[in-house]
């Protein structure tokens, strides 16, 4: 029997994560060595809605009406239905996979929801556009994690490094030279709307002094654009330090991240930092490649639970399936 298939990168936010939250810019990128997918098969037999939903990774394997009706999966599958305006859905068995670590910054429900989002579609033969695949893939992450800035679900949709303004069109990040990355797990889940609310709290209390932060932050990501747009690599990893520490006076570090990104540092990485949501989750070191070795042992030595090396290679960028 014909299955169709689809797949979600996984993605790391290189800057201004918090500061997205509040209309400032961020840059993201997929993640291609960790990935969600999403395979259907007709159920030529069944009676019309017996959708079958199987998921190792939550030990899943149950009717899709069986599930709660705010269960991420049921979500996505309902809104495409919607979107393409069908009364009835066809049987089917919807069987997700995925490599991606839940609860670390890495974008697991975000692409999780466009690999759904996008097979669902393709089986009912709607091939949709990118940013109709992100826009509802965002309506599922609105209802899971309150008020995300979207800029999950745009750059594991896109497939494509962004600079992402909230509310603003998508704008794929021109990045001319390959770029050699690190990624440093915790190990340690965190739950991004908690880390959100004590920021919008911390915020409220202290207006001036936390808009000064986040501002400084959106500054840094303007830089960071310009200097990868144009090749200048060599600011990269003061800005990638930079922001780092404006994270941490945020309050969303922790040891754990702490230790990680300072050994990555010794061990010679250009730049390292929190990524997402802190408190826990990842970690990202910017190295020359002759150093990626070194980096990744460093991080498995201070107590890394996970490393991903990845390489972003300008040819590979866009290419959704
Ligand atoms: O922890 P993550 O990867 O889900 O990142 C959250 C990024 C934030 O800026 C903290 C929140 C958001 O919605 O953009």
Redesign the pocket.
């Known amino acids: 029997m014909p299955v169709l298939t689809s797949s979600a990168p996984g993605?790391?936010?290189l800057s201004?994560?918090?500061?997205?939250?509040y209309g400032h810019p961020?840059i993201a990128f997929p993640v291609p060595q960790v990935r969600v997918q999403a395979f259907i098969a007709a159920r030529p037999t069944a009676p019309q809605e017996e959708i079958q939903v199987i998921s190792d990774l939550v030990h899943l394997n149950s009717p899709l009406a069986s599930l709660k009706p705010h269960h991420p999966i049921r979500l996505a599958v309902e809104i495409v239905k919607q979107e393409l305006r069908l009364e009835h859905l066809p049987a089917f068995e919807l069987r997700i996979t995925s490599t991606i670590p839940v609860?670390?910054?890495?974008?697991s429900?975000?692409a999780t929801a466009v690999a759904v989002v996008r097979a669902v579609s393709g089986f009912l033969g709607a091939i949709l556009p990118d940013q109709t695949i992100s826009d509802l893939a965002f309506r599922v992450?609105k209802q899971i994690?309150g008020?995300?800035?979207?800029?999950?679900n745009t750059v594991t949709a896109f497939n494509h490094p962004v600079y992402f303004v909230?509310g603003e069109p998508i704008l794929a990040l021109k990045v001319p030279v390959p770029l050699a990355f690190v990624i440093g797990d915790t190990g340690i889940s965190?739950s991004?709307r908690a880390?959100?609310d004590d920021?919008r709290r911390m915020r409220d209390e202290n207006p001036t002094r936390v808009d000064a932060i986040l501002q400084k932050i959106g500054a840094l990501t303007r830089e960071m654009r310009a200097a990868m747009e144009t090749g200048r690599l060599e600011q990269l990893g003061a800005l990638i330090n930079a922001n780092h520490n404006l994270l941490a006076e945020l309050e969303?570090s922790s040891p754990q991240l702490e230790r990680l990104v300072a050994a990555a540092r010794a061990a010679g990485a250009q730049g390292a930092k929190l990524?997402?949501?802190?408190r826990g989750?990842?970690m990202i070191a910017y190295c020359l490649p002759q150093d990626i070795q070194k980096v990744e042992h460093a991080l498995l030595q201070a107590g890394a639970a996970h490393t991903i090396r990845f390489t972003y290679q300008p040819e590979d960028a866009g290419h959704a399936d």
């Open positions: 993605k790391i936010i201004g994560e918090h500061a997205v939250v961020a609860g670390s910054g890495l974008g429900s975000a992450e994690h008020s995300p800035s979207g800029i999950d909230r965190s991004t880390v959100v920021v969303v990524s997402g949501s802190g989750g990842n």
